[in-house]
């Protein structure tokens, strides 16, 4: 099979597409043939050799895929050949056919393209697992996401909303913000105009899902509610800040932040159960919809990840395997 190879820890044109052998499904995955592979910032991090500090060379990348069944192992009942699915990797998704834990899979919503099911689980799985289970947003609060038009971002907003949460973003353009709010934001701060702090101090924000890190961190610390939630699942601006514990412990703030990718089997097993419990409804009833920014031929995975690098994106993008 075709598969984009990360050949050593670099810039994007390390990555390279190559002839590799067809994975083989072990007793409790699923093969799928590969109609289309999510990309994530994590991929950036990893083929620059800044995630986990792994070695890299060798390594096919990309956390999430749509496809059809085509192979299934003994201990994967639950999954017959011809069954379209979407499902959550740690890595090999950038690849004709990945082999996948069959717990990790889950049905193609009805009335969903199968191509725009691979915008689904790294999305999903990040924003509930972040937000619903670590931050615990209760009925009548308020979440504030940084990166709105981002997939996590826009998942977040459709989820939330979805749920009865009223929904605040920042982004970086006007057309950024449009989207946050046409998909359900009741307000979207655009950062390169307007300081999102003085923007928002009026508003009783009681979670804030960041990936951004840097200065934001003490505005959103001065931002939140008293027991509110601060929750990390990047930090584009750096990582190193300075916090006022004084903002902490008056306001009995908990900080948090999570990585998917290193997660145990397990837990995503049950990540996946809880997300097909309370997200696929949304998803199949239309509260929930894709929103793809541009797809790419697997080959073309570097210009791929130059565009999502550069920002200019709203939504997902998509590597996509023809036939």
């Keep these: 099979m075709k598969a984009i ?72 009942p639950r999954w017959q050949v011809g069954d379209h699915v979407c499902a959550l990797l740690s890595e090999g998704a950038y690849a004709e056919y990945a082999a996948v834990d069959a717990r990790h899979c889950l049905p193609v919503p009805a009335g969903w393209l199968l191509e725009d099911a691979a915008s689904l689980p790294e999305t999903t799985f990040t924003v509930w ?64 105009q307007q300081d999102f702090e003085q923007a928002f101090k009026d508003e009783k924000i009681n979670v804030i899902l960041d990936m951004v890190g840097g200065d934001y961190t003490a505005k959103n610390l001065r931002l939140l509610a008293p027991d509110g939630r601060l929750q990390y699942i990047n930090a584009m601006q750096g990582a190193q800040v300075e916090l006022n514990l004084l903002d902490i412990m008056t306001k009995r703030l908990r900080l948090g932040g999570s990585m998917l990718r290193p997660r145990s089997a397990d837990f995503k097993a049950a990540l996946a159960a809880e997300v097909e419990k309370y997200v696929w409804p949304l998803a199949t009833g239309g509260q929930l919809e894709p929103v793809i920014y541009k797809t790419f031929p697997l080959a073309e995975a570097a210009k791929a990840q130059e565009l999502m690098a550069s920002s200019e994106h709203i939504g997902k993008i998509l590597l996509v395997n023809e036939g």
Aim: glycine fraction near 14%.
């Design 5 to 76: 190879v990360i050949t050593q820890a670099g810039g994007p044109d390390v990555l390279q597409l190559q002839e590799r052998p067809q994975p083989v499904p072990a007793a409790h995955e699923v093969l799928i043939k590969v109609k289309a592979a999510g990309l994530n910032r994590s991929d950036i991090a990893l083929r620059e050799g800044r995630y986990g500090g792994q070695p890299v060379a060798g390594v096919v990348p990309g956390l999430e895929v749509a496809g059809a069944v085509v192979a299934v192992g003994a201990a994967a």
């Design 129 to 192: 697992a972040n937000v619903f289970q670590a931050a615990a947003l209760q009925p009548g609060e308020t979440v504030l996401v940084h990166g709105g038009s981002s997939g996590i971002g826009l998942t977040l907003i459709q989820l939330a909303t979805a749920l009865g949460h009223r929904v605040l973003a920042t982004a970086g353009s006007a057309s950024k913000c449009q989207a946050c709010e046409r998909l359900g934001a009741a307000r979207c701060v655009n950062y390169q």
